[in-house]
Structure formats: C-alpha cells, structure tokens
C-alpha cells in the first residue's frame, strides 16, 4: 500500500488543545478573566490610578460624567474580549454627542461606542469604527436604550528594538453578532486631530473606557488572552 492511500499518514495528534468549558449564553467560558461581573469595580481604576467613579447598580457600570475614563488594573495584549454596552433610551444630542463612548485596547486604539441608529455621523467615527479610521462593514446598532455586544479579537502591535511597528495591530469585531471589522489593521494610535502614528510601548497595557460625558452603560465584561 502506498503512504498516500493510507489515512492515518495525515492525522496530527499533538498537540492536543486544552478544555475550555464554554459558557452558557454570554456567559465567560472557564478560562476567561471577568473584568465585570455586574457587582464592583475591583478590577477598574482612573488614569492616574484613582479609585474608578462611575456608577454601578442594576448589574451594569454607568459613565458618571466628568470622573474620566477607567482602565483595567492589568495590562493585556492580545486579547478576546466580550463586553456589553447600552446608549441611553432618551436621546439626547446628536451625532458625535449621542451615547459617545469608546473600548480602547492597551490604553490607544480605540473602537467607537456609539448611539449609531438612525444617527448621522461620519462614518469613520460611528459605532464599531476603528475611530477616524475604518468604516464598518455594515451598521448593526440596536435601537438606545438596547443592550448590544461587541466580541473582539485584539492583535497587539509588534515593535523592533529601534522602536519600528513591525507588525500593526489588527481587529476583528462582531457587533450584536454580525463582522464588521474584519481582521482590519489597526495605523495607529488613536488621534482626534490629525493622522494615527505608532509609538513603541509595553506587550500589556490596560484596557480603557471611555467618559465622554454620556451616560453609557457597560456589563459582562469579559476577555480571554490569547
Ligand atoms: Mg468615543
């Protein structure tokens, strides 16, 4: 007999994957790191490493304007992250001013939080851009008031020993369970004004969210190192 005609030529048998027990619904699988379990702000801090402020009750965190953003306490590099947000049902403002907040992976590049249905912004900024980057595929916003989802795979950006991106970080992001970043890679950090550009950092940086003066709610928060 031939090696080609035999099937067990092409079997791999390591290495073997490790058990992850998946959870049920939304819920982390076993080897997850839960950011948010609905109840504290244990794994949260402010910028300059203050006690995090917003709000938390009802099993969500809240914005609480003007206290700023909150980061993780840890750092992370690539990632799997699972994180639910919720807009507000009263509308209030209008494009970049309706339910602004933002998931910045390692502190800097920024995935838009935003009230995207049937609110008119620029492209490049409204929900689930990579912001003043790129476009989503198509728009997958609930209406305000709706809890929606964002499941994403971060790549971190890799750096030379000159300080040279050698490898820019890619997204992957799924919005209420449709792509709309598809593996797209990331130019930068995240700038309002002007063009992104890379800046050598650490492999593991926090995770950022952002107060931009609405109230946005977050939960289950959930991610995976990969
Ligand atoms: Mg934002």
Do not use: C
Request: proline letters at 7%; a negative charge.
């Amino acid at each position: 007999m031939e090696a080609q005609s035999i099937p067990e030529v092409t079997e791999v048998h390591e290495p073997v994957p490790p058990v992850v027990t998946p959870g049920a619904g939304m819920a982390p699988p076993s080897d997850a790191i839960v950011l948010f379990d609905g109840s504290s702000l244990n794994h949260w801090q402010g910028r300059n490493g203050s006690a995090a402020q917003w709000r938390v009750d009802n099993g969500a965190m809240t914005v609480e304007p003007g206290t700023g953003d909150i980061q993780t306490r840890e750092g992370f590099g690539d990632v799997q992250l699972h994180i639910e947000w919720r807009t507000p049902e009263v509308i209030k403002g209008e494009g970049q001013g309706r339910g602004n907040s933002g998931v910045f992976f390692m502190g800097r590049y920024e995935i838009q939080v935003l009230d995207s249905y049937e609110n008119h912004t620029y492209p490049n900024g409204m929900a689930a851009s990579v912001y003043k980057q790129t476009i989503p595929l198509v728009n997958a916003s609930r209406k305000p008031g709706e809890w929606q989802t964002y499941d994403i795979i971060f790549m971190a950006p890799r750096f030379n020993e000159q300080g040279r991106v050698t490898h820019p970080a890619r997204v992957t992001v799924i919005h209420n369970g449709v792509l709309v970043q598809n593996n797209v890679e990331i130019w930068g950090d995240t700038q309002y004004i002007g063009l992104p550009t890379y800046t050598k950092h650490d492999d593991r940086l926090p995770l950022r969210l952002q107060d931009h003066g609405d109230l946005v709610s977050f939960r289950n928060i959930w991610l995976r190192e990969l």
